[in-house]
């Protein structure tokens, strides 16, 4: 079973249906022994770091998350569940962030607009799973504007142009993936990244 | 590099479609869910719905729409349509709207905005002008009208264009009274007017009769995303044709 973390962080039910519609099981909950049991774990999330790591910490996610990602369950992390994955935030300075990638999280630069929204294309940066069957340049959903910057260029998955910008738009560290778009609002290529995460998790065959 | 969005709009009157469709492998042609799905696998980039119900039971069928819109729809939605409290536009991104769209309630309370931005953040507010041309000699000049097109509020529809913005609005979708439902194309004059004044995004609207005006209106008026009903609706042209064309033009896409 997939499980999607509730953190409190808004609506989460986009997500589950985005699994729903490749045939992928995926309960959402808060509970820390049915996301134990998970065979994968997705942290979604919109709103701002330091509230999304409180309530993480109040749930007492943060051990749990960091557990499982050890123990080599598939992670995705989702557009601030990208961002949680890396030490620390401009948007919430003084708090830790999950730290399971090298990095933080910027503000985008005051000559762009910001929030960064609309559809975008990423440029494929190295091969994964996640990606199968997704062409270089297919166009995502984003809205946003902070940005998670890598320390170590290997845990690029995908990078983004935004007008003299680019910047990182997917991670992956190992189990670990996530994408700063949000793929269940990115129509049917969208839906494939859950169908990719699906069969990551379960092997080819589901 | 971000992309120019083709956005089909539809009218909904108590949870029907009020303009006639033509679709032929359509079930139900009424409904707004199933037809916005069909958009969304044609290509469409976004949708928004305009709600324009007149009932005291309006504001929770704008509710049951965000709902099965959100559980059908893997694009972007917008509603919009006599939205005035704040806590309408939470009960609607609550049932799963990505943005709201406000009109005239912002014309006479334009706090309004500045509260769903400071609330939801301004990703999430769209603020909708109807804009009628002044008559007169000199600089065309456009007035923002209220209720449906139909009060006049004397307010300089470009000069509510930027205190809008300064208040949290992400987006404007502007509609050019003149050219709605003429079919000759955009007010460039107007959209120009209003995308080089701010630095949110422009959905152009109002008056699309061919592909060339969805062009045009990019290309020389520095829409961000063009919106369109009946030449979606009656068949004319598909969505994905559309994206063809607009590419064969060098605009960027997603196709």
């Known amino acids: 079973m997939i499980y999607i973390l509730d953190y409190g962080s808004g609506n989460l039910r986009s997500v589950q249906k985005a699994f729903e519609a490749v045939d992928v099981v995926a309960e959402v909950g808060a509970d820390p022994s049915r996301a134990r049991s998970a065979d994968g774990l997705v942290l979604p999330g919109v709103g701002a770091f330091g509230h999304a790591m409180a309530e993480l910490d109040g749930r007492g996610l943060i051990d749990l998350i960091k557990e499982r990602i050890g123990a080599g369950v598939p992670f995705l992390g989702v557009c601030l569940g990208l961002q949680l994955l890396f030490e620390d935030s401009e948007e919430s300075p003084g708090v830790q962030g999950l730290g399971i990638v090298p990095g933080r999280v910027t503000r985008l630069p005051d000559r ?7 559809w975008n294309q990423i440029e494929i940066m190295q091969d ?28 690029v998955l ?37 169908r990719n995460f699906g069969r990551w998790v379960y092997g080819r065959g589901r | 590099m971000l992309l120019k969005r083709i956005i089909p709009c539809l009218d909904v009157d108590r949870g029907r479609v009020v303009k006639g469709t033509n679709f032929v492998d359509i079930r139900d042609a009424g409904d707004p869910v199933e037809l916005a799905s069909k958009y969304d696998q044609e290509g469409a980039d976004e949708l928004v719905f305009l709600d324009i119900t007149a009932t005291h039971e309006k504001r929770d069928t704008m509710v049951e729409l965000a709902r099965r819109c959100a559980e059908e729809l893997f694009v972007p939605f917008t509603i919009g349509g006599g ?12 049932a799963g709207a990505d943005k709201v769209s406000l009109n005239s309630a912002p014309l006479r309370d334009p706090v309004l905005i500045s509260s769903c ?11 909708a002008i109807d804009a009628k041309r002044v008559p007169g000699e000199g600089e065309p000049r456009w007035e923002a ?25 992400g987006e404007i979708l502007l509609t050019s009274m003149d050219r709605d439902g003429t079919k000759d ?11 080089s004044a701010v630095n949110v995004p422009v ?29 979606f609706h009656f068949g004319e042209f598909t969505v994905h044709r559309a994206k063809d064309y607009l590419y064969a033009r060098g605009i960027p896409v997603r196709r």
């Open chain 2, 203 to 231: 959905i152009a609207s109002g008056g699309a009769g061919n592909l060339e005006h969805l062009a045009e209106v990019i290309l020389r008026a520095g829409a961000d995303a063009v919106l369109a009903a009946s030449i």
């Open chain 2, 117 to 127: 931005a400071e609330r939801f953040g301004s990703q999430c507010v769209v603020l």
């Open chain 2, 185 to 195: 194309g955009y007010d460039l004059e107007l959209t120009a007017a209003v995308s």
């Open chain 1, 112 to 118: 762009v607009k910001v929030p960064h929204m609309g």
């Open chain 1, 158 to 194: 995908t990078t983004t142009d935004y007008d003299d910008l680019t910047f990182v738009s997917s991670i992956q560290r190992e189990n670990v993936a996530a994408f700063q778009f949000h793929p269940e609002k990115s129509s049917e290529l969208g839906l494939k990244l859950y």
């Open chain 2, 145 to 169: 009208y209220a209720n449906g097109g139909r009060l006049p509020t004397g307010r300089d529809a470009v000069e509510w264009a930027v205190e809008a913005v300064g208040r949290g609005a």
């Open chain 1, 128 to 155: 994964s799973p996640l990606l199968d069957g997704v062409p270089d340049h297919s166009a995502f959903y984003f809205v946003h504007g902070f940005v998670g910057v890598p320390t170590f260029p290997a845990y």
């Open chain 2, 83 to 94: 939205i005035s409290e704040v806590d309408h536009v939470r009960a609607l991104l609550a």
